[in-house]
């Protein structure tokens, strides 16, 4: 029977009214009408997020200022309306201030939830309305919080901010190194189960083609920051950092094929380690780029046109912020990855999910589609969450932190020169993290070795 009119509106309304404030988000169930509940939970917050970076890209973008005071009644200074004065500071709502005050609201947001959600076990939680759904009320939130951070004055916002903003990076940047960890695990145990299955060899030559381009890509990595990133009389510390990394990922692709860790694992193998090699060696180039002297950590710009851009002193040019330089936009390619796996993963490995999620598995159920014709998401975690509702938010406030420190190039702000000054404080946070990195990929690896009583699976 056809709908009428009315009938149709009032189902419209409906579905809105559902998608903004109900228990489950609706927002996505037409693209994927048998979506879990707790999966399409992540993926929302995920676009909070992301829209976040997306706000903050477009504030940092080179002659943005200069737009918006060419909006007549809008910039301090800018383009007036006869018999109205412009009250916008404009220098606050662009540049590197705006990204500081986007991280800042964003990084406050999830924090919030993640102490809210603590110790959520279930579905039938009354906090968990709040984790599932509200959408609109959250937004509204989020938006009150980014408005308030606007009028923090300066002072030493920046400074005290910049500080929290590499200890929260540090911690993102283990987390990026478990998820890939976890995600060339699962990628390794798919393909071998798949070539058993079938006799296929295709998915051995898949695996080995991955991992003999990934170790390829590591070397080269390697041979490139000794030409460019070091010098024969200068340049130390790249040296140690470079020798020292290659080393330590050449010890952990050696443990991980011993006979008595492929005993223990299985599906441990060659390929996790050259991904996590590959990305100590970025680890690696993003800390030498945020190293003060320019005579070891030449611009990509002169490399390819063989430009001397050595700083001279007194060069105050050089101290302001390289808005869109490659390691920026690969740390973006990688966060966005990163963000996007830890919405939508299911991992197999008991060990991340200790990290990851919460020992609970959730009920394996399917979509349905309710009587108004709509699919709904079904709720998965009525006998036990899938996923920690606190990590993940605790997971999204230091990727906050991250976005906010890349997006300045990981520069300290001094406010009273509208600089930004690099420092080797960014360097060792960086190297710090991929050793650490390194011993947790390690750890993963012989820990079921010496304690062989204990499920690592």
Not at 230 to 258: M, Y
Not at 404 to 422: C, E, G, I, V
């Amino acid at each position: 029977m056809p709908l009428s009119s009315f009938d149709l509106k009032e189902q419209v309304a409906r579905l809105a009214a559902s998608c903004l404030c109900g228990s489950a988000p609706c927002l996505l169930c037409g693209c994927c009408p048998s979506s879990k509940n707790s999966t399409i939970t992540r993926l929302v917050f995920s676009c909070f997020l992301l829209l976040g970076t997306f706000v903050s890209v477009i504030m940092i973008l080179p002659g943005m200022e200069t737009q918006l005071r060419k909006i007549p009644g809008f910039c301090q200074g800018g383009t007036s309306i006869p018999g109205l004065e412009n009250h916008m500071n404009c220098d606050v709502i662009v540049g590197y201030k705006s990204v500081y005050r986007l991280g800042f609201a964003m990084t406050c947001f999830f924090f919030l939830f993640s102490v809210i959600m603590v110790c959520v076990r279930s579905s039938r939680d009354p906090r968990a309305v709040l984790q599932n759904g509200v959408w609109f009320l959250k937004f509204l939130v989020l938006l009150a919080i980014t408005v308030g951070a606007f009028y923090i004055p300066d002072g030493t916002f920046h400074t005290v901010w910049f500080y929290i903003g590499m200890v929260g990076s540090f911690l993102f940047i283990i987390i990026q190194l478990i998820l890939l960890i976890d995600f060339a695990h699962s990628w390794n145990k798919v393909w071998v189960e798949k070539a058993e299955s079938s006799d296929n060899k295709c998915w051995f030559a898949g695996l080995l083609s991955f991992t003999i381009t990934y170790y390829a890509l590591t070397i080269t990595a390697v041979v490139l920051f000794f030409i460019y990133y070091t010098k024969p009389d200068d340049c130390t510390e790249h040296k140690v950092f470079i020798s020292l990394n290659l080393i330590l990922c050449v010890i952990v692709s050696i443990v991980a094929i011993l006979p008595k860790i492929q005993e223990a694992q299985p599906h441990s193998g060659l390929l996790q380690s050259s991904l996590i090699s590959l990305y100590t060696m970025y680890v690696t180039w993003s800390a030498m780029t945020n190293n003060p002297n320019r005579n070891c950590n030449p611009s990509l710009l002169s490399l390819v046109s063989n430009v001397n851009v050595t700083e001279t002193p007194g060069d105050e040019t050089s101290k302001h912020v390289q808005w869109w330089d490659a390691q920026g936009i690969v740390s973006l390619v990688i966060f966005l990855f990163c963000t996007l796996y830890a919405s939508i993963r299911s991992s197999s490995n008991a060990q991340v999910n200790k990290l990851m999620q919460t020992e609970g598995g959730g009920s394996d159920v399917e979509g349905v589609v309710g009587e108004d014709g709509f699919s709904r998401a079904v709720d998965n975690e009525e006998d036990g969450v899938t996923y920690s509702y606190s990590f993940f938010h605790f997971h999204l406030c230091l990727a906050s932190l991250y976005i906010m420190m890349t997006l300045t190039n990981w520069y300290q702000p001094d406010t009273s020169t509208q600089a930004m000054y690099s420092l080797m404080p960014a360097v060792w946070v960086k190297m710090s993290s991929s050793w650490l990195g390194l011993g947790i990929y390690l750890w993963t690896l012989i820990a079921p070795v010496l304690f062989p009583d204990r499920d690592f699976s």
